[in-house]
């Protein structure tokens, strides 16, 4: 069964850089079916999502916050990651990390982490 | 970038069936996923593609498209289905966008 598991720091200090790791176990992040992406939730709020990468490297990221974002991807270790540049408090939220599969005219998420609550206070 | 609409909150009686739908101009080229998540948890995948439903999904779940607009349907609710739901589409450059969200009460 995969599952992915997202780490990092609960509390990142306003204008700095939040950084977050999914492990990937029960199959490899090699696979040339899937995208590795990651999602975020404010306290209350909807589902936003942040970018995509494959294997490879090669990245899909939400133009609303491209600026700020990169995603990477350590095949080695089977994990990727999301690092969010100048951070304020409105980046608080839960952050999850997916497996993002695809179809004909279709692409959908279908293994979540359980998420990680990131605070951006000083 | 693309946009998808949701009704905020809809309601249905114990074992009737509901509708709940999601807008948008990329859902004229590409079909929505939809995703249940209860309190506290992480959104769970229920209908995918043209209408499949992942292992595990009760078959009450299924969905439609027309146009720009995509349903989920669930026939015959119960009271575990009470959650808030999303949807979601790629647009023509790869990119995911999310609906806003329906909260489902089931009365």
């Known amino acids: 069964q995969l599952q992915l598991q997202e780490s990092g720091p609960g509390l990142v200090k306003p204008s700095e850089t939040l950084s977050l790791t999914c492990t990937v176990s029960?199959?490899?992040?090699?696979?040339?079916?899937?995208?590795w992406g990651w999602i975020r939730q404010p306290p209350g709020k909807g589902l936003e999502w942040i970018g995509s990468?494959?294997?490879?490297?090669?990245?899909y990221y939400n133009p609303s916050l491209k600026s700020r974002v990169t995603i990477s991807v350590d095949t080695s270790k089977n994990q990727f990651s999301l690092k969010l540049s100048s951070v304020t408090a409105a980046d608080t939220a839960v952050y999850y990390c997916a497996r993002r599969a695809k179809g004909t005219r279709s692409s959908w998420l279908d293994y979540w982490g359980q998420g990680t609550l990131v605070t951006v206070s000083s | 970038s693309s946009e998808l609409t949701q009704d905020p909150a809809v309601s249905v009686a114990l074992g009737q069936t509901v509708r709940i739908t999601c807008q948008g101009d990329?859902?004229?080229?590409?079909?929505a996923s939809w995703y249940q998540q209860k309190p506290g948890q992480a959104p769970v995948l229920v209908i995918y593609g043209k209408n499949n439903r992942p292992s595990g999904i009760p078959d009450r779940f299924s969905g439609s498209s027309s146009g720009n607009t995509a349903s989920l349907t669930i026939t015959g609710a119960q009271a575990e289905d009470e959650a808030d739901y999303y949807c979601n589409s790629r647009d023509s450059s790869g990119n995911l966008v999310f609906g806003g969200g329906t909260k489902l009460t089931v009365l």
């Open positions: 990329s859902l004229r080229s590409y079909y």
């Open positions: 990468i494959y294997y490879s490297g090669s990245t």
């Open positions: 029960g199959g490899s992040i090699s696979s040339s079916s899937y995208y």
